[in-house]
């Protein structure tokens, strides 16, 4: 009997020590880019983003299962018919104490209070800082006084006590809470966010802080001050994060043999190729979704039903889209695009591809030739150059002009000045997407189509308090946004590659990568 629990509790000992000793090892994450700016109000890039996801904290998260749950947040309530929000904070949370290698932070890693979570908001929503993600917060009453610069401060953000804080909004809108999970609407210590180096250096309140920040790498190590545990341990179990970017310059081949996870993106953008049997490389298929959106202009010479059939032209188009006619068998999960609402089988039940040739033909008759313009990245013109390809087929031809970095910024005026404008961004909730439609729909050049419909419905959505007609009125405007539109969607999920190793790890167990790293599905992970 001495025996058998000597040997059970050797075992016990050689796997607490083996996984120990795994979670004490630095985990490896390769990206494509350089992230330029990690403060979380102005990083939009998703790898800048994949970055301050664990340097930051929001109110609200989600859980794997998509859904709202609390993170600094203890509980909330839902009061005046949706327009008072008011929320109990976690006591005992602090920010980080330290940062670039054991430098002392300015806030000392004081407790966070609801006085905190006020000054991040009007930070965020500030007209001095410009941020891209202020209309975050457009819906909270009193928003738009401060943002004018009328009001010193935000009047529907109150400060109850230390851990109570309360929004109230202009009006019930079901997608605000999920703005509160947004990578921009994390908590800040205002000392140092003064900082000059805040840009390259921040410091939040998150599971890591960032120790280093060089053209080649930016290291994160763990946060001793951190408030969250998994049963007696203190998370996160990861030591360090190291996110190595990838050079152009080298194969691709000597970035596999290190890396734990490898972005599928990384493998696009290095035109590098897996090897995956030799690296022990399992490719996973994300959970964060990329929506691109294909936005046709005012094209005066046609008809509204005219427009309406280059549109489903257009469609149709995208449904022949595969991994053999793009070339990215490294990125996409699957054989074809998803489309987002409506199956192509269900869509074109009946109709020959002859049902859009007139509109074609039309077009072609015109000898003029469209414009597209594109975000500037390699995906978006693979997708540019097929639909390229297609429309010679029928002979139109169509002119691709990528825009520059700050060009994308100004989408208003990206829209005027092309025919066709193709662009991406990413997509966590229903609600987000149905709240971008709505900021869509406010340029005159898409009047082309009647979005009455439309506007009645997503006003009446947002307005009515029951969760089960807002789930009956989203359904319709799925359907109304499919045919009414002169916008069309395709949706992918971007997958990733992890290192065999990681499979069935503790490191998982924890909220690192399960439930903050969400540009990763750790759905396999058992």
């Known amino acids: 009997m001495k025996k058998i629990k000597f040997v059970l509790t050797l075992t016990l000992l050689i796997l607490i020590f083996s996984i120990n000793c795994f979670a004490a090892e630095n985990l490896q994450i390769f990206l494509p880019l350089q992230a330029y700016n990690l403060n979380p109000i102005f990083a939009q890039d998703k790898f800048s983003r994949q970055i301050t996801e664990q340097i930051f904290e929001n109110l609200l998260t989600y859980n794997s299962a998509g859904e709202l749950v609390g993170e600094l947040a203890k509980s909330w309530q839902i009061k005046l018919d949706g327009k008072l929000l008011e929320f109990e904070l976690k006591p005992d949370i602090y920010f980080q104490k330290e940062y670039r290698n054991g430098i002392k932070t300015f806030n000392k890693g004081r407790e966070i209070t609801a006085q905190d979570w006020k000054w991040s908001f009007e930070y965020l929503a500030s007209p001095v800082n410009k941020s891209p993600f202020t209309t975050l917060l457009a819906p909270i009453k009193g928003y738009q006084e401060y943002h004018s610069g009328i009001n010193s401060e935000i ?36 000392e140092d966010v003064k900082k000059d180096d805040f840009l390259f250096y921040p410091v939040g309140s998150g599971p890591f802080y960032l120790a280093s920040n060089t053209k080649n790498k930016i290291s994160l190590k763990k946060n001793d001050n951190y408030w969250e545990h998994n049963g007696q341990q203190q998370l996160p179990l990861i030591k360090e994060l190291n996110f190595k970017i990838i050079s152009k310059k080298k194969p691709l081949t000597e970035f596999d043999q290190q890396a734990n996870i490898l972005l599928s993106a990384a493998v696009v953008e290095s035109g590098g190729q897996i090897n995956t049997e030799s690296y022990q490389l399992l490719k996973k298929p994300g959970n964060y979704l990329y929506t691109y959106v294909l936005t046709f202009n005012n094209l005066t010479s046609f008809s509204n039903s005219e427009l309406s059939e280059l549109r489903m032209a257009f469609q149709y188009l995208f449904t022949q889209i595969n991994t053999a006619d793009l070339d990215l068998k490294n990125y996409l999960t699957s054989d074809n695009f998803k489309q987002f609402f409506i199956k192509p089988a269900d869509l074109y039940v009946g109709q020959e591809p002859a049902r859009f040739e007139p509109v074609l033909t039309k077009l072609s008759r015109q000898n003029k030739s469209l414009i597209m313009k594109i975000n500037n990245n390699p995906f978006n013109f693979k997708i540019a150059k097929f639909i390229q390809s297609k429309l010679q087929q029928a002979g139109i031809k169509l002119v691709i002009k990528a825009n520059s970095w700050p060009e994308q910024l100004n989408y208003a005026e990206q829209v005027k000045t092309s025919d066709i404008y ?41 307005l009515e308090n029951s969760a089960s007609k807002r789930d009956q009125a989203y359904q319709r405007i799925l359907k109304i946004v499919n045919n009414d539109l002169n916008i069309y969607f395709l949706q992918q999920a971007d997958p990733y590659y992890a290192n065999n190793e990681l499979s069935n790890s503790q490191i998982f167990k924890n909220r690192f990568l399960a439930n903050q790293y969400k540009y990763l599905s750790l759905d396999f992970i058992q």
């Open 155 to 190: 009047d529907g953000i109150k400060v109850i006590d230390k851990y109570h804080l309360a929004i109230e909004l202009n009006k019930s809108q079901s997608s605000f809470l999920y703005n509160l999970a947004d990578s921009a609407a994390v908590v800040l210590p205002k």
């Open 422 to 462: 193709l662009y991406n961004y990413s997509l966590n909730n229903k609600h987000l997407f149905l709240q971008q439609l709505a900021d869509f729909n406010q340029f005159s050049n898409q009047s082309n189509f009647n979005q009455d419909r439309f506007t009645n419905l997503l006003a009446y959505r947002e």
